[in-house]
DNA sequence: GTCTATAGCGGGATAGAC
DNA sequence: GTCTATCCCGCTATAGAC
């Protein structure tokens, strides 16, 4: 029962966005902490008043990416649907999250594999535990989804934990290469996550060739 | 015609295996000369006296890396085979290179889009050129070995640009999970490289399934 | 709760010994 | 050609004003 009613989160998350944005273009150990107060407007003060440190500032932001992802991911997993759908549908579901929010896609990138061997606090350690926890629910359920699709029949047979690899990689590089622009509609980002997706799963090489190699 | 024959690189070469050893754990920005030079087992005097700067150094670790990607890549384009066949070959042996000579590989990962924004100097700017030419050109291969497959009718129609970009994405993605264990062997590795490509070409999608989404 | 001012230190780069 | 010593800037983090 958090007085002031509907729990404003009092600056917190638009220091999330700056930082998000600032890590976005030099990185953790290239960004400092006045970068980020400037993309927010403000001084170093602020960001201080509410994050204990640089790195517990970028855990929050990588930990904010890998719920979010989770979330999307296990609305689509719930749902109806064979298993390529639901295969479909997650990829999807990702592709936009990470075009909508590029700058937290980026650092979640860029933070999956900041050993932080530095992170001395417990406390810091426990996020970051909870933040590979994320990780590997999400890799679970897109594992899942693949052995169900094989058991029917659906989905070649594979090695579902090695194949998921490349596809969340081939995603994930997608903030190597994509940046918004102008004349992008939700139509447009639509198509590209589409062409994307229907890539991984379909593969590029013509279908009676798939037979022979296979 | 060199003295002292045999062109021998007078440390150089050190120099920048150490620096990219360094580079991949812990960032451009994140290491500093003197972790290279513990690395190296040396002091940074002698880096100093090679490399005029970090960002040069650095900047020679990618170019090297993007040259080898290039020449290995050229070597399969020219032989013979179908474009299938050199598709196939291209990417076993980026994904072999990867493997080999992961901490480069890393670098070019991060490199890729570090914008350098700092990098005054105009013979940096030069180098970076060199590199993204080199990419380009190896991206320009990949793609004109599709065009070429699809007009035989062998890849399934698709735009050749974007398509290039999961399928290097995906391969670049080993730079993330990909760690040289102890019981490798050259056959576990190729047979890795295998898995991963036959995925990028075949899709995951079953033959049948794959007709009907087409 | 956000500001200014500053402490303290790590690291890039250089000078000069050897 | 490599090492040691050092300059100096920039950045994290804190103290204290408002």
């Known amino acids: 029962m958090k007085a002031r009613g509907r729990a404003r989160s009092g600056g917190r998350t638009e220091i999330l966005d700056a930082a998000a944005v600032a890590f976005m273009e030099y990185g953790f150990a290239g960004t400092s902490i006045d970068m980020v107060a400037d993309v927010l407007g403000s001084t170093k003060g602020k960001i201080y008043y509410h994050f204990k440190s640089k790195t517990n ?70 996020v970051l535990r909870e933040i590979i926890d994320l990780r590997d629910r999400g890799e679970a359920i897109l594992v899942g989804i693949i052995e169900d699709g094989m058991a029917q029949g659906l989905l070649r047979p594979c090695n579902p934990r090695l194949i998921v690899k490349p596809m969340l990689g081939a995603l994930n590089w997608m903030t190597v290469w ?37």
């Not at 050993?115 to 810091?124: A, D, F, K, L, V």
């Not at 139509?187 to 890539?199: G, I, K, M, N, W």
């Open 57 to 126: 500032l970028y855990l929050d932001v990588h930990r904010e990416t890998m719920t979010a992802y989770i979330e999307a991911i296990e609305e689509v997993a719930k749902g109806a649907g064979t298993p390529l759908e639901k295969l479909h549908g997650v990829l999807m579901t990702l592709a936009r999250q990470i075009m909508e929010r590029l700058p937290y896609a980026k650092v979640a990138v860029e933070g999956v594999d900041m050993h932080m061997s530095r992170s001395t606090t417990p406390e810091q350690r426990a």
């Open 178 to 214: 994509y940046r918004p622009r102008p004349e992008d509609t939700p139509e447009s980002r639509e198509a590209l996550a589409e062409t994307l997706v229907d890539y991984l799963l379909n593969g590029i090489a013509a279908p009676h060739r798939a037979e022979a190699r296979a």
